[in-house]
């Protein structure tokens, strides 16, 4: 069964550093998405690409962050700047028109 | 704007009962729901998605019905095991276009005991 893949599972970084979390989505999906869930908390969206373009983007989804599909088989999300409040488990998403989503099985991103 | 609320929150039942899992939603302008299973500290597993025209999808002893005009779906699983022990979320998808974004409830954390 194909799956979503991230890298890395765990990151710990510095308040006010640069982080890129990685995902290889399935091959023929195109559409991508990001996701976190701060510890205790729903599952929130943060941004939706398809076309090689941001289609939506939630509140949380400010200048701080970024995504990118550089080589047409990874899609990265950048934030520049990390927070304390940043820190929670981030997922990738993918799927193909009309079909459900298979999810990542996360980045549990800490920032100290 | 979409809310998604999931009860009961948590429960615990004795193995081999049958049992049900509520969602419900306030908007019925949905395009998909999709039923996830979430170990502690884990990524989210898909168990089921249900089309908007449809009213229900079956998968082992799984099955999650949805009814669009009142806003709400339900996933029942028949007899029960330890290993179903985790949280399950239901999220609808609110539209087709190119976002097809998930607004997520907040799950409902099952124990099952043997």
């Known amino acids: 069964e194909p799956e979503v893949t991230q890298t890395p599972s765990h990151q710990v970084t510095q308040m006010g550093q640069e982080v890129i979390l990685r995902c290889v989505p399935i091959s023929n999906h195109l559409y991508f998405y990001w996701y976190r869930q701060i510890l205790g908390q729903k599952v929130e969206f943060l941004v939706s690409?398809?076309?090689?373009?941001?289609?939506?983007k939630s509140e949380i989804f400010d200048d701080q962050f970024s995504v990118e599909r550089p080589d047409g088989s990874n899609f990265t999300l950048k934030i520049r700047s990390t927070k304390l409040e940043d820190s929670a488990m981030y997922f990738c998403a993918s799927r193909r028109q009309g079909f459900g989503y298979t999810f990542g099985s996360g980045t549990r991103l800490t920032v100290v | 704007k979409q809310e998604v609320t999931q009860i009961p929150a948590a429960l615990s039942v004795p193995e081999g009962e049958n049992l049900v899992l509520n969602c419900s939603f306030t908007d019925s302008a949905i395009y998909n729901l999709q039923w996830f299973r979430q170990d502690p500290g884990k990524g989210l597993t898909s168990l089921l998605l249900?089309?908007?025209?449809?009213r229900e999808q079956t998968s082992g002893r799984l099955n999650a019905s949805l009814d669009k005009s009142s806003g709400r779906s339900t996933l029942y699983i028949a007899a029960s095991q330890p290993g179903d022990s985790a949280t399950y979320l239901c999220?609808?998808?609110?539209?087709?276009?190119?976002?097809?974004?998930?607004?997520f409830g907040q799950g409902t954390t099952l124990q099952v005991k043997p």
């Open positions: 999220a609808v998808i609110v539209s087709s276009g190119n976002t097809g974004k998930l607004i």
């Open positions: 249900i089309q908007s025209s449809q």
């Open positions: 690409f398809y076309n090689n373009e941001i289609s939506e």
